[in-house]
């Protein structure tokens, strides 16, 4: 499904009038949401997957609590839509995080590891008991079942059986045993910002959760420069081997989603994204290297 200006003008003045004469540009991305920028302050994100309203919900509840703590932006909600007579589901319209997305522009400074680390040692601390769960993320990694078709991807690649050793020595890995922790729970390049090189917010809190952190620290490959994961670990502190481990192969499964996902936009198939394909192959690289 795809908004039209007017329909989100009309949204807007319907519901939010104060703010309906800012200017209104539709934003390039965006998986479950569309989203515009209103102003120069302000994003509209509109639900365009039977999951995305559920996604904006989580956000409106859980990120304004967390927002404050954390030490780069984040779309912290601001005003809900409404169902009603124009769109039948909820929407959101969120502070405006300023930056380009890494898939785009991915991060090159090698002191984004110490800002990453930073940030996700801010976020990672035990969530309340209704936090919300999530059947993919921060889940003991032997629970996500068959993994062989997340691997197809990864087919006549060089490194496609490192991969494999990678992903089963996670699963052989201790299981957290700690609370639940707060996570992001999709660190990918699509949902930071980068300006100058590093990391400049976080965006999409829709999947967010309580868990296991190896989920979120798989981002030290799948975000960060080449050679950077040992610097991360270093600064977050807080990750024994099992941890690292258990992250190594949440980064190859995300390697994996990300080549996937790209292949078919460059195949020009539904649902493609053609910059994630390069970023999956990146990923890749860096997770092998170590």
Known sequence: MRFEQDLVRALLLDQHPDLAELELREVAGGWDN????????????????????????????????????????TPVPVRAGEPSRLFEHTWTIARW??????????????????????????????????????????????????????????????GADAAREVWEKAVAAPAWQGAPLWLHGDLHPANVVVRDGTLAGVID???MCAGDPATDL????????????????????RA???TVARARGWAVLRAANLIAIGRNGRLGLPGGKPT???????????????
Do not use: K
């Open 218 to 237: 798989s981002a030290a490959w799948i975000l960060l420069p080449a050679g950077a994961a040992h610097r991360f670990f270093d600064a977050y502190e």
């Open 240 to 242: 024994d081997d099992a």
């Open 34 to 73: 569309q989203q515009w920028r209103l102003g120069e302050e302000l994003a509209v994100r509109m639900p365009r997957t039977e999951r995305a309203p559920a996604l904006l919900r989580t956000e409106r509840r859980w990120l304004p609590e967390l927002a404050g703590r954390l030490p780069l932006p």
């Open 276 to 290: 994630w394909e390069p970023a999956g192959y990146a990923t890749l690289e860096r997770v092998l290297a170590g």
């Open 205 to 207: 809190f829709g999947e």
């Open 97 to 158: 995080v300023e930056g380009e997305p890494a898939d785009r522009a991915p991060v090159t400074c090698a002191g984004a590891a110490e800002v990453l680390a930073g940030f996700l040692a801010a976020l990672h601390e035990p969530a309340p008991a209704d936090a919300p769960a999530n059947p993919t993320r921060g889940v003991p990694m032997a629970g996500l079942g068959p993994v062989d078709g997340w691997f197809d991807a990864l087919a006549g690649h060089a």
